[in-house]
Each structure stands twice: as C-alpha cells, then as structure tokens.
C-alpha cells in the first residue's frame, strides 16, 4: 500500500474516531440531563426540557442540571487538552494541568477568602444554618484565581532567571505547591468550624456549583486556549522529535514552553476557581488518545478535548445516581475511575516494554 493510501486510511480513521465520540459527548450530555437527584420520571425531565412541565421542573433542569451538563463539557474538554500540552512541552508523561502549582494555589485563594477575608461567609459567624444566605461564590472564584495566577506566573519567573528546562520547571512547580498546601493548613488550623466545614466543602471538585455565567467564561477561556494550541499544533509535533530537533526548524522551544503552560495554566485556573479541584481528567484522557491514535497535535488536541468531555459527563452522571438524594463530590468519582485505569496503563505489557 502507498503513502497517499496509507494516509487516506489514516484519514478515514480519525474522522471516524472524531465523529464518534461527538455523537458520544452529544448522547451522554442528554443522558446527564435526566439524571439527579429530584427523582423526576423521564417524562418529567422531557416535559421540563422542552419547558412544558410543572414550573419546578423546568427551574430544575434549566437552572441547574444545564449548566451542570454545560461545566462538565467545557471543563472536561479544558484540563484534558491542558494535561496533554504540558506533557509534551516538559516532555513529562506523569505532567498535569497542575505541574505549577495550580490547584494548590486556588485552594489557598479559596481558604483566604472564606477563613480570613470572609469573602462569600460575611454574614455567617458561627451559625452553621445560615452558611449558604451570604455566599458568595464569585469573590471566592476570584481569590481563588487570582493565587492560581500569581503561582503560575511565579513559576515561569523563576524558571526563565534560572532555567527552563522541563525538569526544573517540574521541581519548581513541586516546590512551590508545596508552600501553598501549607499555607493552607496553617490557615485551617486556625479557623472557626463554620469556617474550615466552608473551605472543606470548596476543596471538592463540584460541577453543581456552575452557572451560566461561570460557564460562558470557561468556554471564552477554554475556547481561545484550544484554538490557539490547535494553531500551534505543528511546533508541538515538532517538539516530539526533541528540542535540537526544534531548534533546527526555527522554533523558539523556550518561549513556545513559555506560551503553552501559561495558557494551559490559565484555562486550569479558571476551572478550578469555578469548580474546585478536579483531579485525572489531564492525565488519563492525554495517555488514553495518544495509544489510540499517536502524538500527531493535529488529531490528539481535539480528541482529548472529546475525551475529557466523555469522562466528566459519565463521571457526573454517575456521581448524581449513586449520591443518595445528594450528588458526590466529582473529583472524587474522577479519582475513583481514573487510578486504576491509569495503574492499568502504566503496568500494561506494552507500556513496560517502552520502559
């Protein structure tokens, strides 16, 4: 078989693959919709959804289980390309959305706010009844982003004075994680019970918290950010065959690292700022793309974009079956589902033979 054959076929397969698992995303969507905890009949959800049922049901389904479904595309679809980017400009497959610290960084923003600054608990003191009457998730989303910010881009600044090598930029990340999980068990130490149940409760990745709002600044960020890897997408092919390799083709590897965790950085940080912390979805859905159909940045960005999607949509909807009147935690659902899958890759027969 020829080269042009050899590549129509190549074609053929990605397009499949791509059709697919957007006709995937499309049907789990829908399905995520009629899952939850009101214990609505199908028929309700239908009515509801096409704004025909009791007034309730359509406040339900569109005011909360919408955005929902909407934060589980948009952040599913942003920390999978993130995780994939970052592993293939630090040339680091255990890399994640946050190698720099982000996620740590968010949750000492998020602590600040709500144990010191008050910031969404203004009116609470210590009457645990009246947690939820002065929330305010939008300043606590903004302290939250905002550390996330300053740690990524400390990060970078440390990295460019001394080196920006991958491994460096890795240890920094590790490093300065580090100093924000403590600063944020100091800062638990010393709060008052409604206030460390508050910061806890933040802590867990929890897509029942998005609104329309929230979701239409994930999907601008998360949308540019994409759009702009996909740009890109031939230098990151070319930074597969090494730096030297890069070099030769007139690519600035530094400021091309630079450009690609910043922005990777950013689209994590607002969907942590948003969401909390959402854990494997940048680890597993890069590793799971790249087996099924190789390193080309051209198909792997908007697969793995897919991906994420697919897994935090069936991730949620089995997170609101099983939560008993109450939906569980998403990040701890991701975990669950992610580690041994990624155990199972790492310890497959064709994984130790590239060991």
Not at 166 to 174: I, K, R, S, T, Y
Request: net charge positive; with cysteine.
């Amino acid at each position: 078989m020829d080269t042009a054959a050899l590549l129509k076929k190549k074609n053929r397969k990605n397009n499949i693959v791509i059709t697919g698992m957007a006709l995937t995303v499309v049907v789990l969507a829908f399905g995520c919709l009629f899952a939850g905890s009101s214990r609505m009949s199908f028929r309700d959800c239908l009515d509801a959804l096409l704004r025909t049922g009791t007034a309730a049901n359509v406040r339900i389904l569109w005011n909360i289980r919408v955005p929902r479904v909407l934060a589980a595309v948009i952040a599913g679809a942003g920390l999978a390309v993130s995780g994939l980017v970052m592993q293939t400009v630090l040339n680091n497959p255990m890399a994640s959305p946050s190698t720099l610290g982000v996620s740590n960084a968010a949750v000492f923003g998020a602590n600040l706010s709500i144990i010191v600054f008050a910031g969404g608990f203004l009116s609470t003191g210590n009457n645990l009844s009246n947690l939820t009457v002065g929330a305010n998730p939008y300043a606590t989303g903004a302290m939250a982003f905002a550390f996330a910010a300053v740690s990524t881009l400390l990060i970078l600044g440390l990295c460019t004075v001394r080196s920006f090598s991958p491994n460096v930029v890795v240890l920094a990340g590790m490093a300065i994680g580090a100093v924000w999980t403590a600063a944020t068990t100091i800062l638990q130490f010393y709060a008052t019970d409604v206030g460390i149940s508050a910061a806890v409760v933040w802590n867990f990745g929890d897509l029942g918290r998005a609104t329309y709002r929230t979701d239409a600044i994930m999907a601008g960020i998360t949308g540019v950010g994409i759009l702009f890897f996909l740009l890109i997408s031939w230098r990151l092919n070319a930074l597969l065959s090494g730096e030297a390799a890069a070099k030769t083709m007139g690519i600035r590897v530094e400021w091309l690292r630079f450009l690609v965790m910043l922005t990777a950085s950013v689209i994590t940080a607002v969907c942590v700022s948003f969401l909390g912390v959402i854990g494997f979805v940048g680890i597993i859905c890069p590793h799971v793309t790249k087996r099924l159909l190789g390193q080309d940045h051209r198909v792997t960005i908007p697969v793995t974009a897919l991906s994420g999607s697919i897994l935090l949509l069936a991730a949620d909807t089995f997170a609101r079956s099983m939560g008993g009147g109450s939906a569980l935690p998403v990040g701890a659902i991701t975990s669950l589902l992610g580690a041994p899958f990624f155990l199972s890759i790492i310890f497959s027969r064709k994984e130790n033979r590239r060991c």
